[in-house]
C-alpha cells in the first residue's frame, strides 16, 4: 500500500513523531495505522504523545548571547528533578543557540524550524528528550533583544534559572551594572522601566481607587487630589524600575543609580517558570514515587 502524505500527517497528529519516523513506521507496516503507532510506540518514539496533556509547570529559564544579540528562554517540564537534569540542561543550551541563531517570530513558527546541529525540527528534538527523558516538555517562550555597540546586556538567573532577566543598559560598557539591573528586577518583580512606559487606562483605573478610597476615608474633597497624587507616586514605585529603591542600596532609586553610572535601561525581560500555569497538587513523596516509577 502507497504511503501518502496525509497518512503521514495522520500518524504525526496521533503520535507526536517527527515525519521521517512516521513514514518509515508506515513503510513498514504495509500503511497500517495503527500497527504503524505500535511501531512508533516500540521504538520509544511516540512517547511524547502519551505525556503531552501532563501540566508541564516546572523547568527552567536560560540566557544565550552573542555579540549584540541574546535570547531568554523558558523550558517548562513536569517535575523540578527533571529541571535538575544534565540532558535537560543541555536540551534547553541547544534550542537557545538555535533560537538565537534564526530569530523566529514566535513559538509556534520556532517549532517548524530546523536546528542544524540535530537535523530535526525543534518540535521533533523535544520530542525526543520526552522519549529519553519521561516527562512532559514544551518550549513555553522565548525573548530575543538586540543592543548597539554603546549598550551592555545584563543577565541574571536565581535559583539555577527559576527566574531569569535579561537587561539591555544603554550607555556604559560596565557589564556588572545591566547585572545589577536584572538582579534587582529578578527580585522585586517591576512591570515597567518607567512611569510613561505605563498605560494610561492603568494609570486612570488606579487614580480612580484611590480617589474613592480618601473619600472613603473622610477627607474633604479639597485636599483628596493632593492625597491621590502622592499615592500614585507610591504606586509608580511598586511597578516602575527606574523609581524603586536599589536592591543593593534600598535608600538609592535605581534611575538615580544608573545616573551615577552615566547609564540608563532601555529594556528588560523577566520569565518566572511557571507563573500563570495551573500546576499539579502532588505531594513530595507522590512526585518521588512517581519519578521512580518511569
Not at 242 to 269: C, H, M, R, W
Request: proline share 2%.
Amino acid at each position: 500500500m502507497a504511503v501518502t502524505a496525509q497518512m503521514v500527517k495522520e500518524l504525526r497528529a496521533k503520535t507526536g513523531a517527527g515525519m521521517m519516523d512516521c513514514k518509515k513506521a508506515l513503510t513498514e507496516t504495509g500503511g497500517n495505522m495503527d500497527k504503524a503507532i505500535d511501531y512508533l510506540r516500540e521504538k520509544g518514539i511516540a512517547k511524547a504523545a502519551k505525556k503531552a496533556d501532563r501540566v508541564a509547570a516546572e523547568g527552567l529559564t536560560y540566557i544565550e548571547t552573542e555579540g549584540n544579540n541574546a535570547v531568554i528562554v523558558e523550558v517548562n517540564s513536569e517535575t523540578d528533578f527533571v529541571a535538575k537534569n544534565d540532558g535537560f540542561k543541555q536540551m534547553i543550551a541547544t534550542l537557545a543557540k538555535h533560537l538565537l541563531a534564526e530569530k523566529p517570530g514566535s513559538v509556534e513558527e520556532a517549532l517548524k524550524t530546523t536546528i542544524s546541529s540535530e537535523g530535526t525540527t525543534v518540535q521533533e528534538f523535544i520530542n525526543s528528550n520526552i522519549a529519553k527523558i519521561g516527562e512532559n516538555l514544551s518550549l513555553r517562550r522565548f525573548t530575543v533583544l538586540t543592543k548597539e555597540d554603546s549598550d551592555v546586556f545584563g543577565g541574571y538567573l536565581h535559583m539555577g534559572g527559576r527566574i531569569g532577566v535579561l537587561s539591555v543598559v544603554k550607555n556604559t560598557a560596565d557589564e556588572q551594572v545591566a547585572r545589577d539591573v536584572a538582579m534587582h528586577a529578578a527580585a522585586i518583580n517591576p512591570r515597567y522601566v518607567k512611569r510613561d512606559e505605563v498605560p494610561q487606562a492603568e494609570v486612570a483605573q488606579e487614580e480612580e481607587v484611590l480617589k474613592q478610597q480618601a473619600l472613603n476615608e473622610g477627607k474633604p474633597e479639597n485636599i483628596v487630589e493632593k492625597m491621590v497624587q502622592g499615592r500614585l507616586n507610591k504606586f509608580f514605585e511598586d511597578i516602575c524600575l527606574v523609581d524603586q529603591g536599589f536592591i543593593k542600596d534600598p535608600d538609592t532609586k535605581v534611575g538615580k543609580y544608573l545616573a551615577s553610572k552615566g547609564a540608563e535601561v532601555d529594556s528588560f525581560v523577566r520569565y518566572e517558570v511557571g507563573e500563570g500555569i495551573e500546576k499539579r497538587e502532588d505531594n513530595f513523596a507522590e512526585e518521588v514515587m512517581n519519578q521512580v516509577n518511569k
